[in-house]
């Protein structure tokens, strides 16, 4: 977005006018992130986490992107919310030791995959843990 506000002042009209219907398009599928993540905030809180925090990075600044504030805040206090996050910071360790890791540490790769299965057995990520923590045992 920031990129393209300089360009709605563009001396060139056309330019001006492309860059203003290129925003409008670009709200508008934000506009859809932050309806779907209203939708869905009671039966998908991590779902609609995910939305709702790509409309705030998209649109920072905006008052499309300052309108999720709330939702966001509430949701951040969601136990699978929480989880979630939690489950992604560790799954990222994970896949930084795997690219580091040698052949003979393949398990105690494998052991940390599955502490984050064990820690978060409900998140996705969690879930996704236990998968590749099983393939790395195989």
Known sequence: M??????????????????????ADVK????????????????????AFVLYSRVAEAFTGDELGKSVAAPLKKLRTNKAVKD?????????????????????QKARVAQFAESIAKKYPEAPTGIKAAALAEELKG
């Open 28 to 47: 508008a599928e934000g506009e859809k992130w932050k309806d779907e993540a209203e939708k869905i905030a009671d039966d998908k809180p991590v779902e």
């Open 84 to 104: 979630e996050m939690g489950a992604r910071q560790m799954f990222a360790q994970v896949t930084m030791a795997m690219s580091k890791a040698k052949p003979e």
């Open 2 to 23: 920031w990129l393209l506000k300089p360009m709605l002042r563009d001396h060139d009209k056309a330019v001006a006018a492309d860059a203003q219907k290129l925003l």
